[in-house]
């Protein structure tokens, strides 16, 4: 689940609440808050996710210990939209406006933080490209207005009648069905400073807004690979475990643009977010659950994350329970196949934020053990089509081609996934998480596979991956391994033994703490890509002794 952070759940009971209720992701919207105010999410959240790696239980016979406590940070850009700005203190933070009312949009700097119920700023010249009688959505479609007269004067101004009574919130977005606004670029100046700021901080996964074409998905990605390059040795050092690794780019679906050209924004990104607030004003209502179920199902097929977004659980931003309405929502978007839900308002501004998460992570979990049982037939295709199939090392866009070993593995990943006997468990070490992904994009598994990883940073990424539970291994007192001492450890075992040994650290520690089934002997399935010659598909119980390669890696990981 992604969990938007904001006033409501920022402090730090809060968020150790919405934690502890089931929140996987943590959604930094650039949209709303600076960069003082994300900063310090996201170190609460380290510090939390620290203590409860310190706090975690010492394995049986082994001095490391393996981490489930794993979260991911998430940052959504503001991105080339549209946007009103800020109200004055006089106002409050909430607009009443009355049907039929005088309202105006104003372009005019000066007036960035002094919105009132007679008007407010907007952050694009729209009395340049708006014509009187066109409609004018503000904050999902919320509040309709109607073009009166644009005027030049005065910074410019658009003059507005209210169609509908509503109540309006600061920096809410700005929709212009049909209209073409020249001049939007791919990504701000201010989407740029937030990039920078995401690589600086570690952060997981960009969302990226407004996406519109791949050209943009390539152009996001090559500054943030720039960016990577240019982060200094003691920026790493100070992210758990030395993080450097590019974040994921999961594009937001939400404009007519962006569905005509789906398909290479599929191919360019590495995730889709559905984004239905912004599309459901810019195409007609009834086609976006349409659209959903397209975007998922090609997700799906492809092996990519899908997000399912905006007003699943919007009710209990006043109300403790949501509506039957809400709660259907929610365990369809998992019918057809999203990896991910996620609330915006709800825990960001709400009055009930825990609750809500804990709600929808009862549904969530319901609508899993539907499709696992057969109650409920999974929707879409559950194998990616050969030529769309996901890189080695991630999540790219460029295809496998018939590359004979690209093949072995898809088939590996695939009798992995089907071969894990009843009561069994599968576990898919991840040294990059590529492997990983590969086998969670074959889709239809009955039950989470476990994944255990030396890097934090890829056992955040695969919260991304349908089904993947990461299990990081840390030292004793619950310190990830440091980059280097990664690298020492991959050299002096080599891939094939570090894999297994994860894999018997895996299965040990999970049976000793009941993650899996403790009575008489636990099969696991272990999937790998093994060495140069050819993955490794075998089965281990978990009374069988540890081998000398197993021993190295837990010294090592508890060395001090």
Same mark, same amino acid.
């Given at each position: 689940?992604?969990?938007?952070?904001?006033?409501?759940?920022?402090?730090?009971?809060?968020?150790?609440?919405?934690?502890?209720?089931? =929140?996987?992701?943590?959604?930094?919207?650039?949209?709303?808050?600076?960069?003082?105010? &994300?900063? @310090?999410?996201?170190?609460?959240?380290?510090?939390?996710?620290?203590?409860a790696?310190?706090?975690?239980?010492?394995?049986?016979?082994?001095?490391?210990?393996?981490?489930?406590?794993?979260?991911?940070v998430?940052?959504?850009?503001?991105?080339?939209e549209?946007?009103i %700005?800020?109200?004055?203190?006089?106002?409050?933070?909430k607009?009443?406006?009355?049907?039929?009312?005088?309202?105006?949009?104003?372009?005019?700097?000066?007036?960035r933080?002094?919105?009132?119920?007679a008007?407010?700023w !907007?952050?694009y010249?729209?009395?340049?490209?708006?014509?009187?009688?066109?409609?004018?959505?503000?904050?999902?479609?919320?509040?309709?207005?109607?073009?009166?007269?644009?005027?030049?004067?005065?910074?410019?101004?658009?003059?507005?009648?209210?169609?509908? %009574?509503?109540?309006?919130?600061?920096?809410?977005? !700005?929709?212009?069905?049909?209209?073409?606004l020249?001049?939007?670029?791919?990504?701000?100046?201010?989407?740029?400073s937030?990039?920078?700021?995401?690589?600086r901080?570690?952060a997981?996964?960009?969302?990226?807004?407004f996406?519109?074409?791949?050209?943009?998905?390539?152009?996001?990605?090559?500054f943030?690979?720039?960016?990577?390059?240019?982060?200094?040795?003691?920026?790493?050092?100070?992210?758990?475990?030395?993080?450097?690794?590019? /974040?994921?780019?999961?594009s937001?679906?939400?404009?007519? &643009?962006?569905?005509?050209?789906?398909?290479?924004?599929?191919?360019?990104?590495?995730?889709?977010?559905?984004?239905?607030?912004?599309?459901?004003?810019?195409? /007609? =209502?009834?086609?976006?659950?349409?659209?959903?179920?397209? =975007?998922?199902?090609?997700?799906? &097929? !492809?092996?990519?994350?899908?997000?399912?977004?905006?007003?699943?659980?919007?009710?209990?931003?006043?109300?403790?329970?949501?509506?039957?309405?809400?709660?259907?929502?929610?365990?369809?978007a998992?019918?057809?196949?999203?990896?991910?839900?996620?609330?915006?308002?709800e825990?960001?501004?709400?009055k009930?934020?825990?609750?809500?998460?804990?709600? =929808?992570?009862?549904?969530?979990a319901r609508?899993?053990?539907?499709?696992?049982?057969?109650?409920?037939?999974?929707?879409?295709?559950?194998?990616?089509a050969?030529?769309?199939?996901?890189g080695?090392?991630?999540?790219?866009?460029?295809?496998?081609?018939?590359?004979?070993?690209?093949?072995?593995?898809?088939? !590996?990943?695939?009798?992995?996934?089907?071969?894990?006997?009843?009561?069994?468990?599968?576990?898919?070490?991840?040294?990059s998480?590529?492997?990983?992904?590969?086998?969670?994009?074959?889709?239809?598994?009955?039950?989470?596979?476990?994944?255990?990883?030396?890097?934090?940073?890829?056992?955040s990424?695969l919260?991304?991956?349908?089904g993947?539970?990461p299990?990081?291994?840390?030292?004793?007192?619950?310190?990830?391994? %440091?980059?280097?001492?990664?690298?020492e450890?991959?050299?002096?075992?080599?891939?094939?033994?570090?894999?297994?040994?994860?894999?018997?650290?895996?299965v040990?520690?999970?049976?000793?703490?009941?993650?899996?089934?403790?009575?008489?002997?636990?099969? @696991?399935?272990?999937?790998?890509?093994?060495?140069?010659?050819?993955?490794?598909?075998?089965?281990?119980?978990?009374?069988?002794a /540890?081998?000398?390669?197993?021993?190295?890696?837990?010294?090592?990981?508890?060395a001090?």
């Open positions: 689940m992604v969990c938007t952070i904001g006033p409501a759940s920022e402090p730090r009971p809060v968020l150790a609440r919405l934690l502890g209720a089931g =929140m996987d992701v943590m959604r930094c919207n650039f949209s709303h808050g600076q960069y003082d105010e &994300q900063g @310090a999410r996201v170190d609460s959240l380290r510090a939390l996710e620290a203590a790696w310190g706090a975690a239980p010492a394995g049986r016979e082994l001095p490391a210990k393996l981490q489930r406590a794993v979260h991911a998430g940052v959504d850009l503001k991105g080339p549209v946007r %700005g800020q109200f004055a203190a006089s106002s409050g933070r607009l009443d406006l009355a049907a039929g009312a005088d309202f105006t949009l104003f372009s005019d700097p000066a007036l933080t002094e919105g009132t119920a008007g407010v !907007v952050d010249p729209l009395h340049e490209v708006l014509q009187p009688g066109q409609k004018v959505f503000v904050n999902d479609g919320q509040v309709a207005l109607e073009v009166l007269a644009c005027e030049a004067g005065d910074g410019g101004a658009v003059r507005c009648r209210v169609l509908n %009574g509503a109540r309006l919130g600061e920096r809410k977005g !700005v929709n212009v069905p049909g209209a073409e020249p001049g939007l670029p791919v990504m701000t100046d201010y989407d740029r937030v990039l920078e700021w995401a690589v901080r570690g997981h996964a960009v969302f990226a807004s996406v519109r074409r791949a050209e943009d998905v390539r152009e996001m990605r090559a943030v690979e720039a960016r990577l390059a240019e982060r200094t040795a003691e920026e790493t050092a100070e992210l758990p475990g030395g993080a450097g690794r590019a /974040p994921l780019i999961i937001k679906i939400e404009s007519v &643009q962006g569905l005509q050209n789906f398909e290479e924004i599929l191919a360019a990104s590495d995730g889709i977010m559905v984004a239905r607030g912004d599309l459901g004003v810019e195409i /007609p =209502m009834e086609e976006v659950p349409v659209a959903q179920k397209r =975007m998922i199902a090609r997700c799906r &097929q !492809v092996g990519k994350p899908a997000i399912c977004a905006t007003q699943m659980m919007e009710s209990m931003e006043e109300s403790p329970r949501p509506t039957r309405a809400e709660v259907a929502d929610v365990a369809n998992v019918f057809d196949g999203a990896t991910a839900v996620m609330l915006s308002g825990t960001g501004n709400g009930f934020p825990a609750e809500t998460v804990a709600a =929808m992570a009862r549904i969530a609508a899993e053990d539907a499709l696992a049982f057969g109650e409920v037939e999974p929707a879409g295709v559950v194998a990616p050969p030529e769309e199939r996901l080695e090392e991630g999540l790219g866009e460029e295809g496998l081609g018939e590359d004979p070993r690209e093949a072995l593995l898809d088939a !590996v990943a695939a009798a992995a996934a089907h071969a894990t006997p009843l009561g069994g468990t599968l576990v898919v070490p991840a040294l998480g590529g492997f990983a992904r590969r086998v969670a994009a074959v889709g239809g598994l009955p039950q989470p596979f476990l994944c255990p990883t030396l890097d934090p940073h890829v056992a990424q919260l991304f991956s349908s993947a539970q299990l990081l291994v840390t030292d004793a007192a619950g310190r990830p391994l %440091g980059a280097e001492r990664r690298a450890l991959l050299e002096d075992l080599g891939k094939p033994a570090l894999e297994r040994a994860l894999a018997r650290l895996a040990q520690e999970a049976s000793g703490l009941g993650w899996i089934p403790a009575e008489g002997p636990v099969t @696991a399935t272990v999937a790998s890509e093994g060495g140069a010659a050819a993955p490794v598909l075998l089965h281990l119980d978990a009374a069988e /540890p081998t000398e390669a197993d021993r190295a890696l837990w010294a090592a990981a508890t001090p």
